[in-house]
């Protein structure tokens, strides 16, 4: 099992916040510093300093760490077009030597895009745009040096471009899709995914969007693995009162945690990381709220990722 670290930035954060949390990931043995794709604060929370950029964030961290993998959980595909985003991942996948995963969705939040100017789309459109950029952006990365790529779809098109950067692998890096829908989100993982996530949901919901993924890769006729992976909240202290205190620090109550995330003492966090793991999860993303508590990461460290 592998456990990486994911933090939600736009909810409060400097980048020197950032960098703390994922030289702690690194230092600690997780896996994986990740964090979300978002340009507006949701709920009751200041915010300040104010929103950071998902990918110059990684591209300053891959310079800042050696070890750890680097990604977001997700992109948002409305953001931005898709041969200047091919562009940005290739070059921070160079930067830190091939540890970068791209995780790309379609965009939900529509108050930031109303914020900053984005145009927000039908859902249908949404995911019309996600498959068009998943195209492009892979076949970008593809095509062989000295060749060039051109695309025409409904949204987006491409005339002999000329495919550069590269990324540090011929396939470029790996590729995650998340989400609970019943139709597109399975065809669109089992299409172009290596990595299928279930983000925030109770085991039993997480285990049957798995099952409804590994239904679709198998009418596909695909071959190669898929990763399965879900992205939990923690809370995780050594007595009741150590884990109500970090729960009153992100505004949650204990019991809700406790039923729909990660909460609890590292044997019930252990405990229901193993289901998760029994349904075929090989890894989890601990969502992790509270950037300024290195000793959240440091208990999870020692007495959750060293048991599993």
């Known amino acids: 099992m592998l456990l990486r670290i994911f933090t939600e930035p736009q909810q409060g954060a400097s980048y020197e916040t ?3 949390v994922a030289k702690a990931t690194e230092d600690l043995g997780f896996d994986a510093f990740y964090r979300s794709d978002h340009y507006l604060k949701m709920g009751d929370v200041s915010g300040l ?3 950071t950029d998902a990918w110059i964030t990684l591209g300053a961290l891959a310079r800042e ?13 409305t ?3 898709p041969g200047p985003l091919a562009i940005a991942v290739a070059q921070v996948d ?10 790309i969705g379609t965009g939900w939040f529509e108050q930031e895009h109303a914020a900053y100017g984005i145009p927000f789309p039908s859902l249908n459109e949404r995911f019309e ?3 068009e950029q998943l195209q492009i952006i892979t076949g970008l990365w593809r095509t062989p040096e000295g060749e ?3 695309f025409a779809g409904a949204h987006y098109s491409l005339k002999d471009s000329p495919a550069l950067p590269k990324p540090a692998r011929p396939e470029g890096p790996p590729v995650l899709i998340g989400g609970f829908g019943a139709k597109r989100t399975p065809r669109l993982a089992a299409a172009y995914a290596d990595e299928y996530n279930v983000p925030f949901h109770k085991v039993d919901e997480t285990l049957a969007a798995f099952g409804r993924v590994r239904d679709a890769v198998e009418a596909a006729g695909r071959t190669k693995p898929m990763v399965y992976s879900a992205a939990q909240v923690v809370c995780c202290g050594r007595t009741e009162a150590e884990i109500k205190e970090r729960a009153d620090a992100i505004g949650r109550d204990v019991a809700e945690l406790r039923e729909n995330g990660l909460a609890g003492t590292p044997a019930e966090v252990v405990d229901k ?3 998760l793991a029994e349904g075929g999860a090989t890894t989890v993303y601990l969502q992790v709220l509270d950037l300024h508590d290195l000793g959240h990461l440091e208990l999870l460290a020692t007495e959750v990722q060293d048991r599993l």
């Open 18 to 20: 950032l960098l703390s």
């Open 49 to 51: 300093p104010g929103p």
């Open 65 to 77: 760490t050696s070890r750890i993998r680097l990604g977001t959980l997700m992109t948002a595909a």
């Open 79 to 81: 953001f931005r077009h």
């Open 94 to 103: 160079r930067m830190s030597r091939g540890r970068v995963d791209f995780g």
């Open 129 to 131: 745009r996600l498959e």
């Open 148 to 150: 060039t790529f051109d």
């Open 273 to 275: 990381i193993g289901r």
